[in-house]
């Protein structure tokens, strides 16, 4: 992920292209570069629980923590997953 920002900043004009970019609003840069920030904090937040998951087998937060990770996870890969079938279907 790291690697595609700076890849994003040097071709700015393919980038530009190929995600249909507006570069004449405010803040466009973030309509590509948020997506990658975000599953960076949720890849490291699900990392961190699954190591203090192995490193604490039986405590009982940490697996509560995992099994809220778990659902809020898939519950957005769901939901987003959803909403990409629907603008297919309705496009």
Do not use: C
């Amino acid at each position: 992920m790291p690697i595609d920002i700076l890849d994003f900043y040097a071709n700015i004009d393919t980038y530009i292209k190929v995600h249909n970019l507006n570069p004449k609003e405010e803040n466009w840069e973030w309509e590509y570069l948020g997506k990658n920030v975000y599953s960076i904090i949720i890849s490291l937040i699900g990392l961190t629980i699954i190591t203090l998951r192995f490193i604490k087998k039986n405590n009982q937060i940490i697996q509560k923590l995992n099994w809220i990770f778990l659902f809020m996870f898939y519950g957005i890969f769901l939901i987003r997953g959803i909403n990409l079938l629907i603008i297919t279907i309705f496009k």
